[in-house]
């Protein structure tokens, strides 16, 4: 049998004819109705994918740092040495005081004193966590300050746009810098030791793993989102919602699995934390007396 | 040379405060610093690295640190060195230029020291002329005399040079107001001296012993980085610098200049041994008197005003020389952290332009 190649051609019929006829001059021809063969380009305007595209940057970082336990990827950082033998607890307790000595001084004397510190420590920290520093601190510094630029401007005030700057500056570093240089486990470690209650640390525990589950359940649905979008989706607004409501229903659905789960393997609402690292009681006398230091400055210069 | 009269409790200082100089030559001295600030931007952002940028950045805080310190100069009074010869020399004069531009900057804005309109002026004597004559100087006695000996004169004949031309230019820039900008009564508008004045009260401190500060600096710094990383000197044969992008920072040198800016921050004290106010930023309350004048000048008393956080170096209620200290402490923490950041940005910028070709 010779191979002959059978030449389709595709021809439109009229549009009265709804069956397509055969051509009578060629039967091998396939012939396709001509609402088939009409051109439609279709060119889909430019959708602005800014939303699911951040959120799903922003929810992959996340997931990353909570995945690792919200332990430092980087190793060289003298700062983080300086703290690792002190106990959480005691950090915790010098971040609360430090906090209160800068806002109960009336003078801006020691805050100044605190701001040269927290600048050092911060010009000698590793680029990701100074970023990661500076971006909340200056942000929030700059909110404040334009918070009280009008009474700065009518009452004449403009000290207060400086104290504000400054003092706003120094709590958002200090508390960024602790949660970056200690992890959730020492962080749990160190609301137990200062007497937390329980169910706040429970709390904390669940709704970090929830993050960290339902941060995973997010990024599907956004990119199951980015998927079906084509185009300029005039309902973005209305598919934000769908997903969350998704999420929420996922969330409850997962607390009450959770919840009987622990149950079933005797959690009675306790947490007893032990742990099996050794701090440095000389570095944690060094750091309570500079607490201590830091108190009487906060006082001699009120 | 004429005659005048100068108290005994003034010092001298090259930083000229808002309202000495009129706005409109200040923003003409502005406008001259901005293709200036331009090319040296470029310069930087294309054939540097954030390593360099480093570099800059420790350059920056040492020339900051180096301007805290007042050494007495004839006459009662004080004055300081810029470091801006020796910055030039090691990374190059356009990378001074916006080394000095940041450390001027800063003390601008945190430290009151120096004026924000009188910030092109300041930029130019300081940041500009400077940096640029003394690299100039350095080269031409580098061209002509090729020994050990001879570039050890030629850096410090460069950082002598370049102080007094820049001395020079801030007496002329002082001394042309009350011929420029007077009032129909003959009363000078803003600063009050003539040149007749300036520029002897500028120049002999600077002649006599500003410059030979600088130029020993220069000599003595140039020296060590010379020993201890010759490959993060610029490069003036090539112009641009030898270093290699694999060329990793020496973690002594690294170590060393750490070391060099905390004992200069402790050190920094020192500079209020000699005592003595600044000549020429002198309060509205007491200009008469410090000025020897009967009049304040309307535009200082009705000029520009601006309060800085850190104003004159100083925290009331603490010692002189702790304010003093804490200052050189945040300036130098500010510097190091944009240069930091800096250098990431470059190196992100770059990164892009490579991705996009």
């Known amino acids: 049998m010779s191979s002959s190649h059978t030449s389709t051609v595709m021809r439109p019929v009229s549009e009265s004819c709804c069956i397509p006829a055969r051509c009578k001059a060629n039967d091998n021809d396939i012939v396709l109705p001509e609402w088939l063969t009409n051109r439609a380009p279709y060119v889909p305007d430019v959708g602005r994918k800014h939303f699911i595209q951040h959120n799903l940057l922003h929810f992959g970082r996340l997931l990353v740092r909570i995945k690792s336990g919200g332990h430092l990827e980087i190793n060289d950082d003298c700062i983080v040495r300086l703290f690792a033998d002190v106990h959480p607890g005691i950090r915790l307790i010098g971040l609360v005081v430090t906090i209160a000595c800068i806002n109960l001084t009336q003078n801006m004397l020691f805050s100044y004193v605190v701001f040269a510190v927290v600048l050092a420590a911060l010009a000698v920290r590793p680029m990701e966590d100074m970023v990661q520093v500076l971006k909340p601190s200056v942000t929030t510094a700059l909110l404040g300050v334009v918070l009280v630029l009008p009474s700065a401007m009518f009452a004449g005030q403009w000290s207060i746009m400086s104290r504000i700057g400054v003092r706003t500056f120094i709590v958002v570093s200090i508390t960024v810098s602790l949660s970056r240089s200690m992890s959730w486990n020492d962080l749990f470690s160190g609301l137990s030791w200062i007497k937390c209650p ?86 944690q006398a060094i750091y309570v007396a500079v607490g201590l230091v830091m108190i009487a400055m906060a006082v001699y210069l009120k | 040379m004429g005659q005048f009269m100068i108290d005994d409790t003034m010092t001298l200082a090259m930083h000229i405060p808002d309202n000495f100089i009129a706005p409109q030559f200040d923003a003409v001295l502005f406008a001259i610093m901005i293709p200036v600030w331009g090319i040296c931007m470029r310069t930087l952002i294309t054939h540097t690295d954030a390593k360099n940028i480093t570099t800059l950045g420790a350059g920056s805080a040492f020339s900051f640190l180096v301007m805290m310190f007042n050494v007495p100069v004839p006459g009662g009074t004080t004055a300081h060195a810029i470091g801006g010869a020796l910055i030039a020399i090691l990374i190059g004069p356009r990378n001074a230029c916006i080394a000095i531009s940041m450390a001027l900057l800063l003390q601008a804005l945190l430290f009151g020291d120096g004026g924000i309109i009188a910030y092109g002026a300041n930029c130019f004597n300081m940041a500009f002329v400077l940096p640029f004559s003394a690299y100039a100087v350095y080269r031409i006695i580098c061209g002509i005399v090729s020994s050990d000996w001879g570039e050890k004169v030629a850096r410090g004949l460069a950082g002598y040079v370049g102080v007094n031309l820049a001395a020079l230019c801030t007496a002329v820039e002082l001394g042309l107001q009350p011929v420029l900008y007077r009032t129909n009564s003959g009363q000078a508008l803003y600063f009050p001296y003539p040149m007749s004045i300036s520029i002897p009260a500028m120049m002999i401190p600077h002649l006599l012993v500003v410059g030979v500060i600088e130029a020993a600096i220069t000599v003595v710094v140039v020296e060590y980085v010379r020993r201890s990383a010759p490959e993060i000197v610029f ?78 170096y100083s925290l009331k209620g603490l010692p002189v020389a702790v304010g003093y200290v804490i200052s050189a402490v945040i300036g130098l923490s500010v510097l190091t952290i944009i240069f930091r950041l800096l250098g990431q940005l470059v190196m992100r910028t770059r990164r892009n332009r490579l991705n996009r070709e």
């Open chain 1, 198 to 283: 329980d169910v706040i640390i429970h709390m904390v525990d669940i709704t970090l793993q929830f993050i960290a589950i339902l941060g995973g359940s997010v990024i599907e649905l956004l990119e199951a989102l980015v998927v079906r979008s084509v185009g300029r989706d005039s309902k973005s607004l209305t598919s934000s919602g769908n997903l969350l409501g998704v999420v929420f229903l996922r969330s409850h659905r997962h607390a009450l699995e959770m919840s009987d789960a622990m149950i079933c393997r005797g959690f009675s609402g306790s947490y007893h934390m032990r742990s099996d690292k050794r701090y440095s009681i000389w570095k």
């Open chain 2, 235 to 312: 490069d003036f044969d090539t112009n641009v610098y030898r270093r290699h992008m694999d060329v990793h920072w020496n973690g002594n040198i690294k170590r060393g200049i750490r070391i060099v800016l905390l004992c200069m921050v402790l050190l920094t004290p020192l500079g209020l041994l000699p005592g003595g106010g600044a000549w020429g930023e002198w309060s509205i309350d007491t200009f008469g008197q410090d000025a020897g004048l009967s009049y304040v000048p309307k535009g200082i008393a009705n000029g520009f005003s601006f309060h800085a956080l850190l104003a004159d």
